[in-house]
């Protein structure tokens, strides 16, 4: 059984994910967690400190999925279009939901920049993670901006297609 903290951080992630950031209140998950209110401030001074919780743990996941996906190949070629066949299976996995971070990232307020700075950080990895498989920066940036730019058009037309397009030009450009 998981303990009240990890449930409010599930719940959370659940809840941030289907309805947005903006649109879950604390109530609801400490409702939904089935937690008391004072477990949950015992653990969290705001909602903003659990968005940060959820983002550490969401970035966490994500990453280690996606490190999972690619590194049954050898080849960076290989490794470099299943990272785009990661976007395909989290698509089905989350039914086209998109980026959490981005998700979130368009519904804070600059006073939030603890977040910003969390956001920043994963999109940084992620930008290292091509960077390091390349070995060529310029090329790490095209490639991470079409992994980005597949992800919110599969966001946006919950296709896909845009996906296997991106796959086309990396396949090219490698």
Known sequence: MNTPKERIIDTASILFHQQGYNSTGINQIIKEANVAKASFYQHFKSKDDLCLAFLNARHEYWFSEL????????????????????IIYMNSKEDFRGCSFLNILSEISKEQGNILTIIQAHKYDLREFFAKELGDELL??????????????????????IVEKSKQIVNSLI
Do not use: G, P
């Not at 470099?80 to 990661?86: D, H, K, S």
């Open 67 to 86: 490190i999972s996906y690619v590194s049954e190949f050898e080849s960076t070629k290989k490794r470099i279009l299943n990272a785009f066949e990661f």
């Open 140 to 161: 790490a940036a095209h490639i991470y901006l079409l992994f980005e730019s597949s992800i919110i058009e599969s966001q946006l037309f919950k296709s896909n297609e």
